[in-house]
T-cell receptor, first 116, second 113 residues
Framework: ETGVTQTPRHLVMGMTNKKSLKCEQH?????MYWYKQSAKKPLELMFV???????ENNSVPSRFSPECPNSSHLFLHLHTLQPEDSALYLC???????????????FGPGTRLTVL | AQTVTQSQPEMSVQEAETVTLSCTYD???????LFWYKQPPSRQMILVIR??????QNATENRFSVNFQKAAKSFSLKISDSQLGDAAMYFC??????????FGDGTTLTVKP
Protein backbone atom coordinates (compact mmCIF):
# COMPACT_ATOMS: atom_id res chain seq x y z
CA GLU A 1 0.00 0.00 0.00
CA THR A 2 1.18 3.50 -0.75
CA GLY A 3 0.01 6.96 0.21
CA VAL A 4 -3.05 7.28 2.42
CA THR A 5 -5.58 4.47 2.60
CA GLN A 6 -9.05 4.47 4.13
CA THR A 7 -11.41 1.64 5.00
CA PRO A 8 -14.18 0.98 4.44
CA ARG A 9 -14.81 2.90 1.24
CA HIS A 10 -18.58 2.79 1.76
CA LEU A 11 -20.54 2.44 4.96
CA VAL A 12 -24.28 2.37 5.65
CA MET A 13 -25.34 2.46 9.28
CA GLY A 14 -28.40 3.00 11.37
CA MET A 15 -28.63 5.75 13.94
CA THR A 16 -28.13 3.31 16.82
CA ASN A 17 -25.11 1.54 15.33
CA LYS A 18 -21.49 1.90 16.37
CA LYS A 19 -18.90 1.78 13.62
CA SER A 20 -15.33 2.92 13.03
CA LEU A 21 -13.50 4.44 10.09
CA LYS A 22 -9.85 3.63 9.64
CA CYS A 23 -7.09 5.63 8.02
CA GLU A 24 -3.49 4.59 7.48
CA GLN A 25 -0.68 6.63 6.01
CA HIS A 26 2.45 5.03 4.54
CA UNK A 27 4.36 8.29 4.05
CA UNK A 28 6.15 8.67 7.38
CA UNK A 29 4.22 11.83 8.20
CA UNK A 30 3.72 13.14 11.72
CA UNK A 31 0.32 14.81 11.36
CA MET A 32 -3.08 13.39 10.43
CA TYR A 33 -6.46 14.99 9.82
CA TRP A 34 -10.14 14.14 9.52
CA TYR A 35 -12.34 16.16 7.18
CA LYS A 36 -16.05 15.99 6.47
CA GLN A 37 -17.15 16.74 2.91
CA SER A 38 -20.79 17.37 2.09
CA ALA A 39 -22.79 19.40 -0.36
CA LYS A 40 -23.52 21.93 2.38
CA LYS A 41 -19.88 22.43 3.37
CA PRO A 42 -17.42 21.26 0.75
CA LEU A 43 -14.45 20.66 3.08
CA GLU A 44 -14.81 20.90 6.83
CA LEU A 45 -11.89 20.19 9.14
CA MET A 46 -12.88 18.00 12.09
CA PHE A 47 -9.74 16.93 13.95
CA VAL A 48 -5.98 17.42 13.76
CA UNK A 49 -3.35 15.17 15.31
CA UNK A 50 0.34 16.06 15.56
CA UNK A 51 2.66 13.34 16.86
CA UNK A 52 -0.39 11.37 18.07
CA UNK A 53 -1.66 14.30 20.13
CA UNK A 54 -4.93 15.96 19.25
CA UNK A 55 -4.21 19.60 18.54
CA GLU A 56 -7.56 20.65 17.15
CA ASN A 57 -11.17 19.70 17.62
CA ASN A 58 -13.26 21.91 15.41
CA SER A 59 -16.39 21.88 17.60
CA VAL A 60 -17.26 18.39 16.46
CA PRO A 61 -20.20 16.66 18.23
CA SER A 62 -19.21 13.99 20.72
CA ARG A 63 -20.86 11.27 18.63
CA PHE A 64 -17.63 11.45 16.61
CA SER A 65 -14.67 10.16 18.61
CA PRO A 66 -11.19 10.17 17.06
CA GLU A 67 -8.33 7.93 18.06
CA CYS A 68 -4.70 8.13 16.98
CA PRO A 69 -2.69 5.22 18.44
CA ASN A 70 0.44 6.13 16.46
CA SER A 71 1.54 8.53 13.75
CA SER A 72 0.51 6.12 10.98
CA HIS A 73 -3.02 5.25 12.04
CA LEU A 74 -6.10 7.32 12.66
CA PHE A 75 -9.59 6.14 13.53
CA LEU A 76 -12.95 7.84 13.70
CA HIS A 77 -15.39 6.06 15.98
CA LEU A 78 -19.04 6.71 15.22
CA HIS A 79 -22.04 6.19 17.48
CA THR A 80 -25.65 7.38 17.51
CA LEU A 81 -25.17 9.38 14.34
CA GLN A 82 -27.84 11.47 12.67
CA PRO A 83 -28.91 11.40 9.01
CA GLU A 84 -27.28 14.82 8.53
CA ASP A 85 -23.94 13.17 9.30
CA SER A 86 -24.11 11.40 5.96
CA ALA A 87 -21.13 12.64 3.98
CA LEU A 88 -17.75 11.76 2.57
CA TYR A 89 -15.14 11.52 5.33
CA LEU A 90 -11.63 12.25 4.19
CA CYS A 91 -8.42 11.49 5.98
CA UNK A 92 -5.20 13.33 5.21
CA UNK A 93 -1.62 13.39 6.44
CA UNK A 94 1.29 15.79 6.21
CA UNK A 95 4.78 16.35 7.52
CA UNK A 96 4.73 19.24 9.96
CA UNK A 97 8.09 20.91 10.44
CA UNK A 98 8.79 23.88 12.66
CA UNK A 99 9.17 27.03 10.60
CA UNK A 100 8.05 25.37 7.38
CA UNK A 101 4.63 25.71 5.86
CA UNK A 102 5.30 24.46 2.36
CA UNK A 103 4.34 20.83 2.91
CA UNK A 104 1.08 19.81 1.35
CA UNK A 105 -1.50 17.41 2.70
CA UNK A 106 -1.93 13.97 1.17
CA PHE A 107 -5.48 12.72 1.08
CA GLY A 108 -7.06 9.31 1.17
CA PRO A 109 -9.92 8.29 -1.13
CA GLY A 110 -12.52 8.81 1.58
CA THR A 111 -15.31 6.81 3.17
CA ARG A 112 -18.80 7.47 1.85
CA LEU A 113 -21.03 7.30 4.94
CA THR A 114 -24.80 6.98 4.80
CA VAL A 115 -26.78 7.19 8.03
CA LEU A 116 -30.32 5.81 7.81
CA ALA B 1 -7.81 33.94 11.45
CA GLN B 2 -7.06 33.24 7.84
CA THR B 3 -9.91 32.92 5.36
CA VAL B 4 -9.92 31.66 1.80
CA THR B 5 -12.64 32.62 -0.67
CA GLN B 6 -13.41 31.02 -4.00
CA SER B 7 -16.13 33.10 -5.60
CA GLN B 8 -16.90 30.75 -8.50
CA PRO B 9 -18.82 27.66 -7.39
CA GLU B 10 -18.84 26.36 -10.97
CA MET B 11 -16.88 27.02 -14.13
CA SER B 12 -16.84 25.43 -17.55
CA VAL B 13 -14.31 25.45 -20.36
CA GLN B 14 -14.11 24.07 -23.83
CA GLU B 15 -11.51 21.39 -24.40
CA ALA B 16 -8.16 22.91 -25.49
CA GLU B 17 -9.16 26.34 -24.20
CA THR B 18 -7.83 28.23 -21.19
CA VAL B 19 -9.69 28.81 -17.93
CA THR B 20 -8.86 30.78 -14.80
CA LEU B 21 -10.15 29.91 -11.35
CA SER B 22 -10.20 32.69 -8.77
CA CYS B 23 -9.11 32.64 -5.15
CA THR B 24 -8.69 35.41 -2.61
CA TYR B 25 -7.48 35.11 0.94
CA ASP B 26 -7.12 37.18 4.03
CA UNK B 27 -4.12 37.08 6.35
CA UNK B 28 -1.95 39.34 8.44
CA UNK B 29 1.11 37.16 7.97
CA UNK B 30 3.92 37.87 5.53
CA UNK B 31 5.37 34.40 5.09
CA UNK B 32 3.01 31.67 4.00
CA UNK B 33 2.25 29.15 1.28
CA LEU B 34 -0.75 28.84 -0.98
CA PHE B 35 -1.90 25.72 -2.75
CA TRP B 36 -4.32 24.52 -5.38
CA TYR B 37 -5.67 21.02 -4.95
CA LYS B 38 -7.67 18.99 -7.47
CA GLN B 39 -10.36 16.49 -6.53
CA PRO B 40 -11.48 14.43 -9.54
CA PRO B 41 -14.78 12.56 -9.51
CA SER B 42 -12.93 9.53 -8.03
CA ARG B 43 -12.52 11.73 -4.93
CA GLN B 44 -8.81 11.39 -4.14
CA MET B 45 -7.56 14.93 -3.73
CA ILE B 46 -4.10 15.75 -5.06
CA LEU B 47 -1.85 18.78 -5.08
CA VAL B 48 -1.75 20.73 -8.33
CA ILE B 49 0.59 23.59 -7.53
CA ARG B 50 2.00 25.60 -4.62
CA UNK B 51 3.28 29.14 -4.23
CA UNK B 52 5.52 30.62 -1.55
CA UNK B 53 4.52 34.15 -0.63
CA UNK B 54 8.12 35.37 -0.64
CA UNK B 55 8.65 34.34 -4.23
CA UNK B 56 7.57 36.95 -6.71
CA GLN B 57 7.76 34.57 -9.63
CA ASN B 58 4.49 32.79 -10.31
CA ALA B 59 4.62 29.01 -9.95
CA THR B 60 4.13 26.86 -13.03
CA GLU B 61 3.55 23.13 -13.42
CA ASN B 62 3.14 22.12 -17.05
CA ARG B 63 -0.28 23.42 -18.15
CA PHE B 64 -1.06 24.83 -14.70
CA SER B 65 0.15 28.24 -13.60
CA VAL B 66 -0.83 30.76 -10.97
CA ASN B 67 -1.24 34.50 -10.92
CA PHE B 68 -0.13 35.49 -7.43
CA GLN B 69 -0.87 39.06 -6.45
CA LYS B 70 0.36 39.39 -2.88
CA ALA B 71 -0.77 42.95 -2.27
CA ALA B 72 -4.24 42.13 -3.54
CA LYS B 73 -4.23 38.77 -1.71
CA SER B 74 -5.24 37.04 -4.88
CA PHE B 75 -4.13 33.60 -6.06
CA SER B 76 -5.76 32.46 -9.27
CA LEU B 77 -5.14 29.22 -11.15
CA LYS B 78 -4.83 29.17 -14.91
CA ILE B 79 -5.29 25.94 -16.80
CA SER B 80 -4.07 26.06 -20.39
CA ASP B 81 -5.02 23.65 -23.17
CA SER B 82 -7.77 22.17 -20.98
CA GLN B 83 -8.25 18.43 -21.16
CA LEU B 84 -11.18 16.22 -20.24
CA GLY B 85 -9.13 14.87 -17.35
CA ASP B 86 -8.99 18.35 -15.83
CA ALA B 87 -12.67 18.09 -14.89
CA ALA B 88 -12.73 18.13 -11.10
CA MET B 89 -13.38 20.23 -8.05
CA TYR B 90 -10.51 22.60 -7.35
CA PHE B 91 -9.71 23.86 -3.87
CA CYS B 92 -7.54 26.80 -2.99
CA UNK B 93 -5.75 26.48 0.37
CA UNK B 94 -3.60 28.47 2.74
CA UNK B 95 -1.14 26.82 5.13
CA UNK B 96 -1.26 27.98 8.72
CA UNK B 97 1.04 27.05 11.56
CA UNK B 98 1.38 23.42 12.54
CA UNK B 99 0.56 22.28 9.05
CA UNK B 100 -3.14 23.03 9.17
CA UNK B 101 -4.60 24.19 5.90
CA UNK B 102 -7.53 26.54 5.46
CA PHE B 103 -9.49 25.59 2.35
CA GLY B 104 -11.88 27.55 0.18
CA ASP B 105 -15.29 26.15 -0.71
CA GLY B 106 -14.08 24.82 -4.06
CA THR B 107 -14.83 25.42 -7.72
CA THR B 108 -16.29 22.65 -9.85
CA LEU B 109 -14.74 22.70 -13.30
CA THR B 110 -16.52 21.11 -16.25
CA VAL B 111 -14.60 20.49 -19.48
CA LYS B 112 -16.74 20.32 -22.61
CA PRO B 113 -15.53 18.18 -25.52
Amino acid sequence: ETGVTQTPRHLVMGMTNKKSLKCEQHLGHNAMYWYKQSAKKPLELMFVYNFKEQTENNSVPSRFSPECPNSSHLFLHLHTLQPEDSALYLCASSQVRTGRRGDEQFFGPGTRLTVL
Amino acid sequence: AQTVTQSQPEMSVQEAETVTLSCTYDTSESDYYLFWYKQPPSRQMILVIRQEAYKQQNATENRFSVNFQKAAKSFSLKISDSQLGDAAMYFCAYNTNAGKSTFGDGTTLTVKP
